[in-house]
């Protein structure tokens, strides 16, 4: 028994050893001037963070807490905590593109930018809701956004319109403009009458239009596509069954598919990857957390996750080229 026991303990710090070197941890403490900020619920152990971006270079972006802030760090190291707003926002809308960090804030919505570097003023970025009305000059309050790479998308559930004195049944209005602010195009995207009332169906298009993402599910693996790395498909997600658990990188290419595992024990899958944020709220029951929350930057993948009973934000770097080579 003793001897049982010696060897299965040596197998897991084996194991454990094998991941140090695959996955590197930073912690911020919870709003503090050097730390994370965000909205933290001690009693349901709720955190919610209203944005998360990370670098090709490295330095991870992370915006929340009221009145909204913008924290960037080099690793362990905070480079600058901002006040952007007075208001937080509830849902995690940001985007680093060029020398540039771009905020959504959906409580008043509003986009404002703030050079990378955290130097300089906080900008508000004009927007038109078309092509002659201003954010300011129309009823058109978007109930949910989208920054890409390349436009940012907004949207506004509505549960009919007319078209040709005909009723077309819940969906939603989508505008696309620039980083600038001016407008690029309009569209509806909704379906027809047998959905009305079927919020979830509804919030499924939402969830689909604003992170289109491939899911990849084979046998006990089940995850979200991540981008492309080195001639490969990169998907995060789990795997598990009666013989194994383990959060899973996927690696598929047209050669066929490999994985890399970081097994946990039985149910404590958030002892090796913190339990992921909560990015969205849309109340204050339906709370919940988008593909957002993990992504592919140059030879790694992010994630952020969070450990409520030490009152830290935890960003974890999961190095894809020595997961691979360990396969």
């Given at each position: 028994?003793?001897l049982?026991?010696?060897?299965?303990l040596f197998?897991?710090?084996?194991?454990v050893?094998?991941?140090?070197?695959v996955?590197?941890?930073w912690?911020?403490?919870?709003?503090?001037e050097?730390?994370?900020?965000?909205?933290?619920?001690?009693?349901?152990?709720?955190?919610?963070?209203?944005?998360?971006?990370?670098t090709?270079?490295?330095?991870?972006?992370l915006?929340?807490?009221?009145?909204?802030?913008l924290?960037?760090?080099?690793?362990?190291?905070?480079?600058?905590?901002?006040?952007?707003?007075?208001?937080?926002?509830?849902?995690?809308?940001?985007?680093?593109?060029?020398?540039?960090?771009?905020?959504w804030?959906?409580?008043?919505?509003?986009?404002?930018r703030?050079?990378k570097?955290?130097e300089?003023?906080?900008?508000r970025?004009p927007?038109?809701?078309?092509?002659?009305?201003?954010?300011?000059?129309?009823?058109?309050?978007?109930?949910?956004?989208?920054l890409?790479?390349?436009?940012?998308?907004?949207?506004?559930?509505r549960?009919?319109?007319?078209?040709?004195?005909s009723?077309?049944?819940?969906?939603?209005?989508?505008?696309?403009?620039?980083y600038?602010?001016r407008?690029?195009?309009?569209?509806?995207?909704?379906?027809?009458e047998?959905?009305?009332?079927?919020s979830?169906?509804?919030?499924?298009?939402?969830?689909q239009?604003?992170?289109?993402?491939?899911?990849?599910d084979?046998?006990?693996?089940?995850?979200?596509y991540k981008?492309?790395?080195n001639?490969?498909?990169?998907?995060?997600?789990?795997?598990?069954?009666?013989?194994?658990?383990?959060w899973?990188i996927?690696?598929?290419?047209?050669?066929?598919?490999?994985?890399?595992?970081i097994?946990?024990?039985g149910?404590d899958?958030?002892?090796?990857?913190?339990?992921?944020?909560?990015t969205?709220?849309?109340?204050?029951?339906?709370?919940?957390?988008?593909?957002?929350?993990?992504?592919?930057?140059?030879?790694?993948l992010?994630?952020?996750g969070y450990?409520g009973?030490?009152?830290?934000v935890?960003?974890?770097?999961?190095d894809?080229?020595k997961?691979?080579?360990?396969?």
């Amino acid at each position: 028994m003793k001897l049982l026991l010696g060897i299965l303990l040596f197998q897991c710090s084996l194991s454990v050893s094998a991941q140090n070197d695959v996955i590197r941890q930073w912690s911020y403490d919870i709003n503090t001037e050097e730390g994370a900020p965000c909205s933290y619920d001690a009693s349901s152990n709720r955190l919610l963070l209203s944005g998360f971006d990370v670098t090709d270079d490295g330095f991870i972006y992370l915006a929340g807490g009221t009145p909204l802030r913008l924290a960037c760090f080099d690793g362990p190291k905070v480079v600058f905590n901002k006040k952007i707003d007075e208001i937080n926002s509830s849902s995690v809308f940001l985007k680093v593109r060029g020398d540039s960090v771009y905020l959504w804030n959906n409580e008043h919505a509003s986009l404002v930018r703030v050079h990378k570097s955290g130097e300089g003023p906080v900008d508000r970025v004009p927007l038109l809701m078309s092509e002659n009305q201003s954010a300011t000059r129309t009823a058109f309050v978007p109930t949910d956004c989208y920054l890409g790479d390349n436009d940012i998308v907004l949207l506004k559930r509505r549960n009919t319109i007319i078209v040709n004195d005909s009723y077309i049944f819940p969906g939603f209005d989508i505008i696309h403009i620039g980083y600038d602010g001016r407008f690029i195009k309009w569209k509806w995207f909704g379906d027809n009458e047998s959905i009305v009332g079927n919020s979830i169906f509804n919030n499924d298009i939402l969830y689909q239009y604003l992170y289109p993402t491939k899911n990849y599910d084979k046998n006990d693996f089940s995850g979200h596509y991540k981008g492309e790395w080195n001639g490969y498909s990169i998907y995060w997600g789990s795997t598990y069954s009666l013989n194994k658990a383990a959060w899973t990188i996927v690696f598929a290419s047209r050669d066929g598919v490999k994985s890399y595992d970081i097994p946990y024990q039985g149910t404590d899958a958030y002892g090796v990857i913190p339990m992921p944020v909560l990015t969205h709220q849309i109340d204050d029951e339906t709370i919940y957390t988008a593909p957002s929350y993990c992504i592919l930057r140059g030879n790694y993948l992010y994630l952020l996750g969070y450990r409520g009973e030490k009152r830290q934000v935890v960003v974890s770097r999961i190095d894809l080229q020595k997961s691979i080579e360990k396969i």
